[in-house]
Each structure stands twice: as C-alpha cells, then as structure tokens.
C-alpha cells in the first residue's frame, strides 16, 4: 500500500477519508459514501476501492479487472433489491486521489427526468448514518451471501 495514499490510510483505519464499510469482498472495499456537511449521506452511493495500491483503471491486472466487473454487476443488483431504484450507474471519476476507486450509485423512483445521470446520487433521498449503517450491512449480507 502507498505510504502516503489517502484512502490506503483509509484501509488501515487511518486518514481524513470516511464512509461506512459495506464488505471486503475479492480484493476490494466497498464502502457507502460518507455523510456530507449536514451529517446525511446521498442514500445508496457506494465506492469500490482497490484492496492493493493501483493508481488507475489501467493498472488493475486481469484477475482484478474481472472481478471488479463481476463484483459492479452484483452490487446493482443488490441496490435494486434493497431500495427503490431504477437505475444504477457505475463510473471511475476521481482524480484527485491515485488509486482505483469507483463510484456505484442509485438512481431512486420519484427522480425528475431533468436530473442528468451523473447527479442522481445529489437527487437521492438523504439518511442519517443509521440508516446508512443497516443498508450497508443488509448489503455486505448479500454480497457474503451470493
């Protein structure tokens, strides 16, 4: 792991990163996003981190790259199963940070037509971290399970 990545701290307890710990599951974190300033979290807003320090999409190996596909494909259905969603939308875009990590998040029924994909998680129903803590385990159950 880098000495000096934030969310390799993250994976050792340590560092400003957050977010509730959904599994450690095939060489991944999967995490719900943390709460934002208002102490609620866009409900359903999961990141998929690297277990190993890998920088980008490209540095995944074969083995990674597979189950990270297969593991994306088992975390929608796992969203559709637990929340009212009808869509899920996977997508790598952080750039400030150098290590794999993607963003899985829900689309919720009820979402006006003008909210574009790329904001649906800004439009989802807010939840205190209770609620964000028993979707997260409901989800690590699914993921263990199947």
């Known amino acids: 792991m880098g000495s000096d990545c934030q969310i390799c701290a993250k994976h050792r307890g340590e560092g400003p990163l957050g977010g509730e710990l959904v599994t450690r599951i095939d060489g991944f974190w999967i995490y719900h ?7 609620l979290a866009s409900l359903g807003h999961l990141l998929i981190e690297s277990d190993r320090h890998a920088p980008y999409l490209d ?12 593991l994306r494909t088992r975390l929608a259905g796992a969203l559709r199963a637990e929340l009212a969603v009808e869509q899920v939308f996977a997508a790598v875009i952080g750039r400030g940070i ?7 998040f829900a689309r919720h029924a009820g979402t006006p037509d003008d909210v574009p994909w790329h904001l649906s998680d800004e439009a989802a129903p807010r939840a205190d971290r209770a609620a ?5 385990r ?7 399970t199947t």
């Open 33 to 39: 996003a943390p709460a934002g300033k208002d102490g």
């Open 59 to 70: 540095n995944l190996n074969k083995t990674e790259a597979a189950a990270l596909g297969r």
């Open 98 to 104: 150098a290590h794999f990590h993607e963003h899985v």
């Open 132 to 136: 964000v803590t028993e979707l997260a």
């Open 138 to 144: 409901r989800l690590g159950q699914r993921l263990t």
